[in-house]
């Protein structure tokens, strides 16, 4: 078998299709340098991530070079590979990542670490970087678990530290220059010497060029590095988000995402200093995008995906100093065609009820105030600046804007915390409640602090799990007393594991091999996760993760992190610490000065940010892109299209999606649905299963514009991916039935292995059936297991061919009350029920109309 025949075979067929609009694909033997740009979790996941959109922007803007795509697999696929002996291969070209130059990972979260080592042995790569040669690719962690990436140091070549926009073209350069391939040069340096000299880049680390040891009592004793002048890693920055490159055509899924809408970054980093952040470190200085650049970037990437939503990246969106008037410029040009807008990170006291009105006006998304604790005092020790009156203020706008429902979010084992504190999050809850009438229910989600490296409190050790399990346990006892308060958490002993590796050391590798090995894999996953493998691969390897995660770390102790240099000083962050034992707030330097962090403050740029931009607020405004007048003709039209190739795997609403998005691209104007939640006018006929192909596909749209069924036709099958294509189209009068309604018969053809049903044997089961009055079975759906008499719903069964090894079925099957039945579950009651893996191919041949 090869990659092809495995999707047939998986649950979710169109997160391994590749080829969706927007991808790239190189004629590899052309390109010097191949990069498998990897994601350690599914494709809904990965795909949801704007750094690997970048990264592979960036590097498929050169002749020289090609990145792929590559995901975790999910088990079905998985044992599949295995079981065909297949190694795990890229989106685009099916390429094994043993061929590609490098591999590089996105290090998202610590609970992905073993399918990093789950990928690299599915892709034929040996999982100790000691252990692999010279033809072998270098493996490349970037993103935020690369500022303590000591846990993966003996499965990595090589870390990006910072910005990957800022180093990854001339990483690729230098790896060029040193294999002998940027010229004629017969230069091929030997993978310990490339490895050296890449050390040479800002941002570079290499775990191998730095020894570490031990003291008696389990503490780093001292960190060495191996090569001269190479004593620590600087983070690697890119100071200009303006000319920094940024995707404008990015890959349009079939499937829906994780954050399936178009994401630009308003702004990267943060100056409130919260105490438990380590984003507001490690992406420090702040830098802006100018609302001018932001609205070319968006009007182009809108233009290029037909994307129906926008989300204004940033750690705190509400801070942007144009937000008001940026978000109000956007709607102007976009609302219109439905397009909303969302902020993904809002502070209460950010929140004003202009921003609430522009970010309503097409959808009333979804809002999540990060509280994260339930008194001022406890807020105070964090460095979260915000008072009460700033949550009711902040909800009393968001009610007053028409939304009644809200999603907080809170923390709980912080430093110093009491019970008090835990009950103010109850308080905080109710007292909203009673305050807000129109608010109808919350939805609170409560997290375990995990310290993190590089930040205040990564001296303090982690909450015991019981100590944590008994403060859950006491708020979902008072939360269930409130039925419009849903409370969701976070499992404990997931957070536990995530603060053993956030302030681990190299010791451990060997514990991720050995849960590797054990079956750990997808542990970021409540329903995957087993925390007794973990503690089997803890004593194996006789490490105990306490020492890691709750154990308060000595000021003169050695980090082990502490040669990965972020530009804030470590001085700075233990008087931070030491400010939050006293319950003092710090300043934020945007507003009140530099606070002498460690940053260079004329790289800063940012003081008093927010008044300097008067004039650019007053230019956002008045902003207006030019846009065509939308014609008041409406129409609705009927489309017969083809769904063929590798489109034969994606589902109902896949299908939907694709179009819909299509037309946008089109710029053929749908009509929308009222309301909150508005939803294009696109009607389809009965859903076609999952891998059966057909030319006789229909769809209703209703349309704004006065445009010729040529144009309709021809716009779309340029937006549309291979294998969806609009064979014809004819206005329809309003009020004209559906397709659904008046489908009267559906004809399919099924070829099956010949080898395993024989044409009499078939003949004498489909005879048998037509003998027979009522024929009951389960149909299984969504809402459960319901029995049906099929009888009357098949018109005709019947062989129509029998040549080599093919065995060809024509099945006509009735519409009655809705209903149209699917050919393999017919075929599983009359046949066989593992009749699937027979099945070589299943085609729609056509449909009949009723007459009235």
Same mark, same amino acid.
């Given at each position: 078998m090869n990659y092809k025949d495995l999707i047939e075979l998986v649950q979710k067929p169109s997160r391994y299709i590749g080829k969706e609009v927007n991808s790239v694909h190189k004629d590899l033997s052309k390109v010097k340098t191949k990069i498998a740009l990897i994601f350690p979790d599914l494709y809904e996941m990965g795909m949801s991530h704007l750094g690997l959109k970048i990264l592979y922007h960036i590097i498929n803007l050169r002749d020289d070079a090609a990145a792929e795509r590559v995901f975790a697999p999910d088990t079905d696929y998985e044992e599949l590979l295995l079981k065909n002996n297949l190694p795990l291969a890229s989106l685009e070209s099916s390429i094994p990542l043993n061929q590609f130059d490098m591999l590089g990972f996105t290090l998202q979260y610590e609970l992905s670490y073993t399918n990093i080592l789950n990928i690299l042995k599915l892709g034929g790569i040996p999982l100790r970087q000691a252990d692999r040669g010279d033809n072998t690719p270098l493996v490349i962690g970037g993103g935020p678990c690369v500022f303590n990436p000591e846990p993966l140091s003996d499965f990595f070549d090589l870390f990006v530290i910072g910005d990957g926009e800022e180093i990854v073209s001339e990483l690729i350069d230098k790896y060029q220059k040193l294999k002998g391939i940027a010229s004629a040069s017969p230069r091929n340096d030997s993978r310990k010497e490339i490895l050296k000299n890449l050390s040479d880049i800002e941002g570079i680390y290499v775990p191998s060029l730095f020894s570490v040891s031990y003291k008696d009592d389990n503490t780093i004793e001292k960190i060495v590095s191996l090569k001269e002048g190479y004593n620590s890693v600087k983070k690697r920055t890119i100071y200009d988000l303006n000319s920094s490159p940024y995707p404008t055509s990015q890959i349009v899924p079939y499937t829906s995402l994780i954050h399936d809408?178009?994401?630009?970054?308003?702004?990267?980093?943060?100056?409130?200093?919260?105490?438990?952040?380590?984003?507001?470190?490690?992406?420090?200085?702040?830098?802006?995008?100018?609302?001018?650049?932001?609205?070319?970037?968006?009007?182009?990437?809108?233009?290029?995906?037909? @994307? $129906?939503?926008?989300?204004?990246?940033?750690?705190?969106?509400?801070?942007?100093?144009? =937000?008001?008037?940026?978000? !109000?410029? #956007?709607?102007?040009?976009?609302?219109?065609?439905?397009?909303?807008?969302?902020?993904?990170?809002?502070?209460?006291?950010?929140?004003?009820?202009?921003?609430?009105?522009?970010?309503?006006?097409?959808?009333?998304?979804?809002?999540?105030?990060?509280?994260?604790?339930?008194?001022?005092?406890?807020?105070?020790?964090?460095?979260?600046?915000?008072?009460?009156?700033?949550?009711?203020?902040?909800?009393?706008?968001?009610?007053?804007?028409?939304?009644?429902?809200?999603?907080?979010?809170?923390?709980?084992?912080?430093? @110093? $915390?009491?019970?008090?504190?835990?009950?103010?999050?109850?308080?905080?809850?109710?007292? =909203?409640?009673?305050?807000? !009438?129109? #608010?109808?229910?919350?939805?609170?989600?409560?997290?375990?602090?995990?310290?993190?490296?590089?930040?205040p409190f990564q001296w303090v050790g982690q909450e015991g799990m019981d100590s944590l399990k008994r403060k859950l346990g006491y708020l979902h006892k008072k939360f269930k007393t409130n039925r419009k308060i849903n409370m969701k958490w976070h499992k404990v002993e997931i957070s536990f594991l995530e603060g053993v590796f956030a302030r681990g050391d190299r010791r451990l590798g060997k514990v991720l091999e050995a849960a590797h090995e054990i079956g750990c894999k997808f542990d970021g996953w409540t329903e995957r996760f087993d925390f007794n493998k973990w503690m089997a691969a803890f004593n194996r390897c006789g490490i105990n993760p306490e020492f890691y995660a709750n154990r308060n770390i000595n000021k003169d102790e050695t980090l082990p992190w502490g040669h990965i240099k972020t530009g804030v000083s470590k001085k700075f962050l233990y008087k931070e610490f030491e400010a939050s034992v006293k319950d003092m707030l710090s300043s934020d330097c945007r507003y009140e000065g530099c606070i002498g962090c460690g940053l260079d403050p004329s790289r800063c740029k940012i003081q008093d940010a927010r008044y300097k931009m008067q004039d650019a607020r007053l230019a956002t405004c008045n902003l207006h892109i030019a846009t065509p007048a939308r014609s008041p003709v409406q129409s609705r039209v009927r489309i017969r299209y083809e769904k063929n190739g590798d489109m034969k795997f994606l589902s109902h609403l896949e299908v939907g999606r694709t179009f819909s998005r299509a037309f946008r691209r089109a710029g053929i104007h749908l009509q929308y649905s009222e309301g909150y939640h508005p939803h294009p006018k696109i009607a389809f006929g009965f859903a076609l299963p999952v891998g059966i192909e057909s030319s006789w596909e229909y769809f209703d749209a209703e349309l704004n514009g006065n445009l010729k069924i040529d144009e309709i036709i021809n716009k779309l099958n340029t937006e549309l991916p291979s294998g969806l294509k609009a064979i014809s189209a004819e206005f329809i009068p309003h009020g004209t039935r559906s397709i659904s309604d008046i489908t009267n018969r559906v004809k399919f053809l099924i070829s099956l292995q010949s080898a395993l049903y024989s044409q009499q044997s078939a003949e004498e089961r489909f005879k048998d059936f037509f003998l027979q009055d009522r024929v009951i079975i389960d149909r299984i759906r969504k809402d459960g297991v319901k029995k049906i008499d099929i009888k009357p719903l098949i018109e005709s069964i019947k062989i129509i061919g029998h040549e080599r090894e093919l065995l060809k079925i024509e099945m006509v099957f009735n519409v009655l009350n809705g209903t149209l039945l699917q050919p393999i579950e017919v075929l599983q009651n009359l046949l066989s029920p593992n009749i699937g893996t027979s099945v070589l191919l299943m085609e729609k041949t056509g449909v009949e109309w009723r007459k009235n």
């Open positions: 809408r178009v994401s630009v970054e308003i702004d990267r980093g943060c100056t409130h200093g919260c105490r438990f952040c380590q984003a507001g470190i490690i992406y420090r200085p702040l830098r802006e995008r100018t609302p001018q650049k932001v609205e070319e970037l968006l009007q182009e990437t809108l233009k290029n995906t037909g @994307y $129906e939503e926008i989300s204004l990246g940033s750690l705190s969106s509400g801070d942007y100093c144009n =937000i008001t008037p940026l978000a !109000k410029a #956007i709607m102007n040009k976009f609302e219109k065609d439905k397009i909303s807008i969302s902020l993904p990170s809002l502070r209460p006291d950010t929140l004003n009820q202009e921003l609430l009105k522009e970010i309503g006006r097409v959808r009333k998304t979804g809002f999540t105030i990060a509280i994260e604790a339930g008194t001022q005092r406890m807020r105070d020790i964090i460095n979260k600046k915000i008072k009460e009156e700033d949550i009711f203020s902040a909800v009393n706008s968001i009610a007053s804007s028409g939304w009644d429902s809200l999603k907080l979010y809170f923390m709980i084992g912080l430093p @110093y $915390e009491t019970d008090d504190d835990i009950e103010g999050i109850y308080n905080i809850c109710n007292q =909203i409640l009673k305050r807000e !009438k129109r #608010i109808k229910n919350i939805n609170v989600g409560i997290s375990s602090l995990v310290p993190k490296a590089h930040t």
